[in-house]
């Protein structure tokens, strides 16, 4: 083993107790720990990271591990469970944090909005380049979480003259229209590509992008070019954030989320805010939070009521229904699909002009999210043939629509596991690994940690439900061979 990752506290004098409970609860070897702790490492960047069955054994015995191991453990642990295992759960501590990288409950100022992800994004792109991500970040949730972003429908009073125009003068932007139509056009271009080829690919150029906007946000311009400008910055700050949630880097996803929606608040986009809401209840979703996610959605619903149009409403309806099904709710859930639908039809018929980040919220992701919420209602209801069977038709048509779609690859591969566990739920692994082995054949172009943990865990679940059909061994075999074990975040 490396002694790189050693720990600068020495041995502790008493067993890691709380540490202790969370691994043996993960029914976990300290073998299998230490291999995931290692995956993770590269994932992120850590490649000095190197532990083995004795480090684990005296982190056990109470040692304190150094960054960022302690982040890696906590993240480990709250996909285990389903739930967000904060550092301090695991008897663990956090190295010092300064308040421009930690927390959620920000200051609602442009200037200091401006500041804050400049910092970030330039952390982020320096800590990326040493190969190490570094600053810890604890995710938060609950009161925590869902509390300051409450202030987001908050009116806040204009921000007074930054250091540029404290005398009152005014310059005229240097940015040119053409400059300014450039900058939206190239964000709307790291969309698409994150839609084509997933967040590894291009994650660290939307964050030098973001840097870049946060540098022109720090001179003075007109209110209008401002007003764009913040715009801008929320579209990729929110983008970040998103890659960074579809690689595997759940803290920082979230950092980023939280600037995005001051951003877009200095803005005055509440429908951008609402969307952005929306990608941090998804999350909430991902990390068995469903019922801040409901929090964070009704928050996106009340804030855009009467300025968002058909089509976003519709992708909020839908996400609720994601949030509801969760909490087990079959009766608010199926409302809730149902209101997506309307709104969705009513949005295929005004044909109103619509923002570029919505235009993903199409038929087939309509139907991707709906049979998605049937299906979680079937695993939250012990696995319920009834409503997998309720699930099959709409993601069948999600699956066929987005295989005519060749922009959306991450989507059509979600999907088609989707589909795959559909089938499991029915007991079906034939069907089951046919649709997983197509979803491989995806996976392996679209660099997506989110794909290949859920491919990984939908083969998993066959294999221990259905570990002596051949299909299933097969498909077992070739996961194995071909699936990446890491994606970098890049």
């Not at 921000?159 to 240097?174: F, I, L």
């Not at 194995?480 to 994606?487: N, V």
């Amino acid at each position: 083993m490396s002694g790189s990752d050693a720990d600068g506290t020495g041995h502790g004098k008493r067993p890691n107790e709380q540490l202790g409970s969370w691994f043996v609860r993960s029914g976990w070897s300290k073998g299998e720990l230490a291999r995931q702790v290692n995956r993770r490492a590269r994932q992120i960047g850590a490649h000095h990271i190197s532990t083995d069955t004795s480090r684990v054994r005296r982190w056990l015995d109470g040692e304190q591990p150094r960054e960022p191991i302690p982040r890696i453990l906590g993240e480990l642990f709250s996909e285990r469970f389903g739930t967000v295992v904060a550092i301090e759960d695991l008897g663990l501590r956090t190295a010092h944090q300064s308040p421009s990288v930690s927390g959620v409950d920000l200051p609602w100022a442009g200037h200091q909005t401006v500041a804050l992800l400049s910092d970030f994004s330039r952390s982020d792109l320096m800590l990326a380049r040493r190969g190490f991500l570094g600053t810890s970040l604890a995710l938060s949730a609950g009161p925590a979480l869902v509390e300051p972003m409450q202030r987001w429908l908050v009116p806040t009073p204009p921000s007074g003259p930054g250091p540029a125009d404290s005398a009152g003068v005014r310059r005229p932007s240097r940015l040119s229209e053409p400059e300014l139509g450039l900058l939206e056009s190239t964000t709307a271009m790291f969309r698409q590509w994150d839609a084509q080829c997933g967040g590894g690919l291009r994650r660290k150029a939307v964050v030098g992008q973001l840097h870049e906007v946060t540098d022109l946000l720090q001179e003075p311009h007109p209110a209008a070019v401002s007003g764009r400008l913040f715009t801008c910055a929320a579209e990729l700050a929110e983008l970040a954030g998103w890659m960074s949630y579809d690689v595997g880097l759940q803290p920082t996803a979230q950092k980023y989320f939280v600037l995005a929606l001051h951003a877009a608040k200095e803005a005055g986009d509440k429908p951008l805010g609402s969307y952005i809401l929306s990608s941090m209840s998804r999350q909430m979703i991902h990390l068995g939070r469903p019922d801040d996610a409901l929090e964070l959605i009704h928050l996106a619903q009340y804030g855009s009521r009467e300025c968002a149009t058909p089509r976003t409403q519709a992708m909020l309806y839908a996400m609720e229904a994601r949030a509801y099904a969760n909490m087990g709710q079959p009766s608010k859930t199926k409302r809730a699909v149902r209101m997506a639908e309307v709104t969705f039809a009513d949005a295929l018929e005004t044909r109103e002009p619509e923002p570029d980040w919505i235009r993903f919220f199409s038929e087939a992701e309509l139907n991707g999210e709906n049979a998605h919420s049937y299906r979680d209602l079937a695993y939250v209801a012990g696995r319920s043939p009834t409503y997998a069977s309720l699930a099959e038709p709409v993601m069948e048509r999600a699956v066929e629509l987005f295989s005519e779609d060749t922009e959306h690859q991450r989507s059509y591969a979600l999907n088609l596991v989707g589909m795959a566990t559909v089938h499991l739920l029915k007991r079906e692994p034939e069907q089951s690994t046919r649709l997983a082995e197509q979803a491989l054949h995806v996976a392996r172009r679209v660099r997506s940690e989110r794909v290949n943990t859920r491919l990984r865990k939908t083969v998993d679940t066959a294999a221990r439900d259905f570990g002596d059909v051949p299909e299933v061994v097969h498909l077992t075999d070739l996961i194995t061979a071909q699936l990446p074990e890491t994606a970098e975040a890049v």
